[in-house]
Antibody, heavy 120, light 107 residues
């Protein structure tokens, strides 16, 4: 059974930093592109970032480019998102998500999410 | 970036109703269109990928169609567990954008 378990969320002041982690199990982690998707309270889904299987390519939404970085450790089956220069509008539940396959056919597995709250 | 626009933003329907949700892309995306269901407090669930392929385990009352810029999600006979928010997502570009969501409520 595929499992994705996020951690690292919490309350942080504006301008602060946070590192989110997602531990994967039940599949060969290194064979899949992985992504982060967020959802602000009461709002829709927003794609944040993706990382290729070998970590050679990373992609970011314009709203987080230059402030967030994405990493993966294929030996430890872990995906990370480092959030810097946090703003109030970064407040959201952050989900890690696994690509269904190599043919850009959506995310077939999601974690339970971790809540990031940016507030003074 | 490719913008995705869903309509309607919300709808009210009864159990047994046929429901259709539309999604329009700001540029052609071939058939790189996915649909998700999200229940309150839960992670999204993939329903349909590649515009019309049903994900394993998803009931056959769900169907998808379309290509290019215009797509639809249809629920042939709404069930109590289908009251949720539905999102389309394009996976054509490197930046997989979502529609704003359609909330399906009980009439």
């Amino acid at each position: 059974e595929v499992q994705l378990v996020e951690s690292g969320g919490g309350l942080v002041q504006p301008g602060g930093s946070l590192r989110l982690s997602c531990v994967a199990s039940g599949f060969t982690f290194s064979n899949y592109v992985m992504s982060w998707v967020r959802q602000a309270p009461g709002k829709g889904l927003e794609w944040v970032s993706s990382i290729s299987k070998s970590a050679g390519n990373t992609f970011f939404a314009d709203s987080v480019k230059g402030r967030f970085t994405i990493h993966r450790d294929n030996s430890g089956n872990t995906l990370s998102l480092v959030l810097n220069s946090l703003r109030a509008d970064d407040t959201a539940v952050y989900y890690c998500a696994k690509d269904r396959s190599d043919d850009s056919s959506g995310y077939d597995s999601w974690g339970q999410g971790t809540l990031v709250t940016v507030s003074s | 970036d490719i913008q995705m626009t869903q309509s309607p933003s919300s709808l009210s329907a009864s159990v047994g109703d046929r429901v259709t949700i539309t999604c329009r892309a700001s540029q052609t995306i071939s058939r790189y269109l996915n649909w998700y269901q999200q229940r309150p407090g839960k992670a999204p669930k993939l329903l349909i990928y590649a515009a019309s392929t049903l994900e394993s385990g998803v009931p056959s009352r769900f169907s998808g169609s379309g290509s290019g810029t215009d797509f639809t999600l249809t629920i042939s006979s709404l069930q109590p567990e289908d009251f949720a928010t539905y999102y389309c997502q394009q996976s054509y570009s490197n930046f997989w954008t979502f529609g704003q969501g359609t909330k399906v409520e009980i009439k």
